[in-house]
């Protein structure tokens, strides 16, 4: 099953995040499918940039956002 799940990149105490797809097997660090995002909670507000398509792509052939992806995506308006 492909998941739709954040990656940390960023440096110590400074961390920023990817949305990715990804076997849902795989660890957090793991070997992704696509990159799908970029997600930076330090800044206010929160940096957010996603590519609307692709993620609309993954959900219509069955990924399951997380729980932390989908909140972001209802924000962002893109899930109901």
Same mark, same amino acid.
């Given at each position: 099953m492909v998941k739709i799940?954040?990656?940390r990149v960023g440096a110590k105490n400074k961390p920023a995040?990817?949305?990715?797809?990804?076997?849902s097997k795989?660890?957090?660090?793991?070997?992704?499918?696509? @990159? &799908?995002?970029?997600?930076?909670?330090k800044t206010e507000?929160?940096?957010i940039q996603v590519k609307e398509d692709r993620i609309k792509y993954w959900l219509s052939v069955g990924?399951?956002?997380?729980e932390t992806?989908?909140? @972001? &995506?209802?924000?962002?308006g893109i899930l109901g």
């Open positions: 799940r954040l990656t995040y990817r949305i990715i797809a990804i076997d795989k660890p957090r660090e793991g070997k992704h499918l696509e @990159i &799908l995002g970029f997600y930076d909670p507000p929160a940096t990924a399951q956002p997380s992806v989908k909140r @972001i &995506l209802k924000n962002l």
